[in-house]
């Protein structure tokens, strides 16, 4: 009598540990390192990799006449364009803007904010570390889920709480996983704008102090 009261408490205890254990699915939202807090599904995180993928940065020298109203315009621009400021000075700012808009932001900064004085393209290819992570990513979904399997059939209380530590470890190498995914996303969906800002007034009161 005692064994099937073992037993059908055993049983209680694994259906619990099944509908309580905190497993990420894999479509939760990951945050990314490099967006300041952007979320992105598993489905948006995935990469076509038919093409090779690359990564845009571009690093700008404008000139204008007053560097914190540019400064302004410059972040309101990245907004308008679909992007987003990482940081922003009145002399530096640090923005993603999406890549088939790249062109057309800069053309409109150099338009109507300032005078582009120069322009450094910097393009890294990123296909193979999207794919090696792609890999390592379903690699660990497989093995999350012949854990999950495994407690389900498991009754001895040690293997249940064994099980319950190993799938906590994958589920936190998925998370790791899905946040360098999703970095490398956004180096392709988004070109890095590194943004230095001249402000023409303040050189003119220095060239002038150093005439005096």
């Not at 904010?113 to 910097?122: P, Q």
């Not at 970095?183 to 220095?206: E, P």
Request: proline letters at 2%.
């Amino acid at each position: 009598m005692k064994q099937i009261l073992l037993s059908v408490f055993f049983a209680f205890m694994v259906a619990g540990c099944v509908k309580t254990l905190p497993i990420t699915p894999i479509d939760a939202p990951v945050v990314s390192a490099s967006d300041g807090g952007r979320d992105a599904s598993d489905a948006d995180m995935k990469l076509e990799m038919s093409a090779r993928q690359q990564s845009n940065k571009i690093d700008v020298d404008i000139k204008v006449t007053d560097a914190a109203t540019a400064s302004g315009e410059i972040q309101k621009l990245v907004t308008d364009m679909g992007g987003y400021v990482k940081s922003g000075t009145a002399s530096h700012v640090i923005a993603y803007v999406p890549a088939d808009r790249a062109d057309r932001f800069l053309d409109r900064m150099g338009t109507d904010i300032g005078k582009l004085r120069k322009i450094d393209r910097r393009t890294t290819d990123v296909t193979d570390d999207a794919r090696d992570v792609s890999a390592k990513l379903e690699s660990m979904i497989a093995v999350r889920t012949r854990y999950t399997e495994l407690l389900a059939k498991t009754t001895d209380v040690s293997e249940i709480m064994k099980i319950e530590s190993e799938l906590q470890r994958v589920n936190a190498d998925i998370l790791v996983l899905q946040g360098r995914l999703g970095n490398i996303q956004n180096r392709v969906k988004y070109t890095l704008f590194n943004i230095d800002i001249d402000d023409t007034t303040i050189w003119s009161g220095v060239k002038t102090m150093f005439k005096t």
